[in-house]
């Protein structure tokens, strides 16, 4: 196994259960990206109203999250930044209150470089926040200003140096491939530009064009690099973050040693999570459930509730309990999406069955050869080269009715 792959095994080993993570949702921006699918509105106005929400839905959720200890907060977005000091004072305060935080709970904040002022970031860092992440995408402006973002090059730069000035020294920068007309040579800058800032994570998300998005509505106009300068992105990306130090931990995610985010793991090793807000997700107690993309019929139910008590069935989106199966399609794809991998005797003793009968031995095989996957000491995982294909190769292994030799 090699060395990245033992990190992570060894930051999940250190996890002690039972811990979940708790996700708050901030649905709101200053002006939607054109490309951007997440639930956030335009509607500042709202901010105040919502925090009287948000605080009420964790006083509800407290009694059912007591037998829990939450080891990671993650407020993301949406922009966070968009809040007042006196709003994060409040929110960060709510937090404590209703949950069981531990002492060293990695607590990140998303925000943008266009609302977070140093002022913003030092009162964060004072109120115990200790990870960032900021929304950076690309440090070429002309791009920049193709994908509709409020900053520019030089903002995203004196963000990042603000930030390490008030205090925090673990920050990871989003960036994005895979955008209209970008260049290899623009990205290679861009991951240039975040590494000589001497981040301790980088995230970064090929453009996924959503059909219901202002890009989405364009279709080829769009103009976006074809399928082979789209692969060459995320491999120059691979390459450039391991030169720099970065293991890679996940199929979009690199960071220093002892630097991977705590909150985004429990994601992919299926730990549990609770998400409050609109549009948020939760995995809580073999459940999966998801609050409606709803900002003011969320901020009136829990006005309404202040009269009077009532089930959470009007704010659910969709509810339900994970079966066997499901579980164990989501084990697969979950792990594949780490440079861990799959562990397959523990996939053995969880599901009673042998991962590579179930998704045959030969495919297995089949991908080895390519070069696309390995498996070393009980474990499968794919390759960079892999990992560039993961939704085909994921969707060929999940074809169950084809596991038999061919
Ligand atoms: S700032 Fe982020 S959350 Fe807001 S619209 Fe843009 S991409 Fe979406």
């Known amino acids: 196994m090699d060395q990245n792959a033992e990190q992570v095994l060894a930051a999940l080993a250190d996890r002690r259960p039972p811990a979940m993570g708790l996700y708050l949702h901030i649905p709101f921006c200053r002006r939607k990206c054109p490309y951007c699918d997440f639930y956030s ?10 925090l009287d929400a948000l605080l009420a839905q964790m006083a509800e959720f407290s009694a059912a999250c007591a037998a829990y200890r939450v080891d990671t907060v993650f407020f993301g977005g949406g922009t966070p930044s968009l809040l007042t000091e006196r709003q994060w004072n409040r929110l960060l305060s709510g937090v ?45 402006d002309t791009l920049l200003s193709a994908i509709g973002r409020l900053h520019d090059a030089k903002t995203a730069t004196d963000t990042v140096r603000a930030a390490q000035k008030a205090g925090f020294d673990n920050i990871s920068l989003d960036l994005m491939y895979g955008l209209p007309q970008q260049t290899l040579a623009q990205f290679e800058q861009s991951i240039r530009s975040a590494v000589a800032l001497g981040v301790t994570h980088l995230s970064a998300y090929g453009l996924k064009v959503e059909e219901n998005t202002p890009f989405g509505r364009m279709g080829d106009a769009l103009l976006l690099p074809d399928d082979d300068t789209f692969a060459d992105q995320y491999l120059l990306l691979c390459q450039l973050a391991r030169e720099a130090g970065y293991f890679q931990y996940e199929i979009s995610n690199f960071a220093k040693p002892g630097c991977a985010s705590r909150h985004n793991l429990k994601y992919w090793v299926r730990d549990p999570y609770l998400g409050l807000g609109p549009g948020a997700h939760s995995f809580f ?30 704010l659910l989106q969709e509810r339900r309990r994970i079966s066997e199966q499901e579980a164990m399609e989501e084990t697969i794809m979950l792990s594949l999406r780490l440079t861990a991998g799959l562990d397959e ?60 030799t061919p």
Request: proline share 4%.
């Open 285 to 314: 107690d073999g459940w999966r459930f998801a609050f409606n993309r709803d900002l003011k019929g969320y901020i009136r139910c829990y006005r309404e509730r202040k009269q009077r008590r009532h089930d959470l069935t009007p």
């Open 96 to 140: 404590q209150r209703h949950f069981r935080i531990l002492p060293d709970t990695e607590v990140t904040v998303e925000v943008n470089p266009d609302s977070a002022t140093p002022k913003l970031l030092k009162a964060l860092h004072r109120a115990g926040v200790n990870r960032l992440s900021i929304g950076v995408q690309s440090f070429d």
């Open 345 to 404: 005797p523990a996939f053995a003793q969880r599901f009673g069955c042998r991962f590579s009968e179930l998704v045959g031995q030969w495919k297995l095989a089949k991908y080895e050869r390519a070069g696309l996957l390995k498996r070393t000491e009980g474990h499968t995982s794919l390759t960079p080269q892999g990992f560039a294909i993961s939704n085909l190769i994921l969707a060929d292994l999940l074809d169950w009715d084809e596991r038999a």
């Open 41 to 50: 509105l335009e509607d500042t106005a709202l901010i105040h109203d919502y």
